[in-house]
């Protein structure tokens, strides 16, 4: 069945954009089912790890176990220092949350108070 351009709108951005016959024959080759959801621009910006939100850190490939098994990370905010950070936890909001370093600091001075406390 021969292909005819299509014209869908973009899920990321709402633009409109054009499934040309080229990108369906190709599709259909690799045995793609489903039409793209995203404009090209929008896949190019996907594909190379761009957001809107330039202030949510992402580590990518190495999340966890060497990029194999990727590990669900939900920002949260620093209550030490108050910087955007991730953990592989979802915050609650009942006890603080701690960047990688604020956390190392927290955990020295706990360790710290420990024989102190046992001496006591």
Avoid: I
Avoid at 83 to 110: D, H, I, N, W
């Amino acid at each position: 069945m021969p292909h005819l351009d299509r014209t869908l709108t973009c899920r990321a951005c709402g633009t409109s954009f054009v499934f040309t016959t080229g990108e369906q024959s190709f599709y259909a080759a690799r045995g793609l089912q489903n039409d793209p959801a995203r404009c090209p621009g929008c896949r190019d910006s996907r594909k190379n790890g761009e957001s809107a939100s330039d202030s949510y850190v992402r580590y990518g490939a190495f999340a966890s176990f060497g990029g194999r098994t990727p590990r669900q990370m939900h920002p949260a905010t620093c209550g030490r220092c108050l910087q955007l950070t991730e953990v592989p936890f979802a915050p609650k909001g009942e006890r603080p949350v701690y960047c990688s370093e604020c956390f190392a600091v927290m955990r020295a001075a706990a360790a710290e108070e420990l024989p102190r406390a046992a001496s006591a």
